[in-house]
């Protein structure tokens, strides 16, 4: 097997363990949050707010923006990453399944709307929408002691500005 040259953020973050890492020190990141379904939303910002702590970010330098619903999430991603103030944007959100195609046309242009937000600006823009078929379902993803989505997300925005540093500075 040849030896490659491996370029990969992930090995500098601290998973659930309980140890503290260093990965968001020094790091800039706004997270953009829906209102809609905030029940479910508001425990994937506290995932997040958490795995930003666990990886050694100072709680008070977290951005917290909210949005009305999933589908202004795009437009407020894209005007944060274009402030050239934060290394990664995590847009956060939930989008249910209804008796309507409602949900086809919100989960379909926030995941495209937040997917161009990080293609157009060059900036992480990590989709951090859950898309579920029922409640029961978003609070499981939702929940920080399960499946805590929101860490993930987080995490995820982290491990993208590791990676782009490492690509910049070789």
């Not at 020190?25 to 910002?45: E, K, L, P």
């Not at 951005?63 to 999430?73: I, Q, S, T």
């Not at 920080?144 to 990676?163: F, N, P, S």
Request: hydrophobic share 50%.
């Amino acid at each position: 097997m040849p030896n490659y040259r491996i370029i990969d953020g992930a090995s500098q973050l601290v998973m659930r363990d309980g140890a503290v890492g260093n990965a968001a020190q020094g790091r800039r990141i706004a997270v953009v949050a829906a209102r809609f379904n905030a029940d479910i939303v508001d425990r994937m910002v506290q995932g997040a707010a958490a795995a930003w702590t666990r990886q050694g970010g100072d709680p008070a330098e977290l951005v917290l923006v909210r949005a009305p619903g999933a589908f202004e999430l795009p437009l407020l991603a894209r005007k944060l990453a274009a402030t050239g103030r934060y290394d990664a944007i995590v847009a956060l959100g939930c989008v249910i399944r209804g008796d309507t195609a409602h949900f086809d046309f919100v989960a379909g242009e926030a995941a495209r709307g937040i997917a161009d937000a990080a293609r157009d600006t060059g900036l992480p823009v990590i989709f951090g929408v859950l898309t579920t078929e029922s409640l029961e379902q978003a609070l499981e993803r939702a929940s920080t002691d399960r499946m805590d989505k929101g860490g993930e997300a987080m995490d995820a925005a982290l491990e993208m500005v590791l990676v782009l540093r490492q690509i910049a500075a070789s």
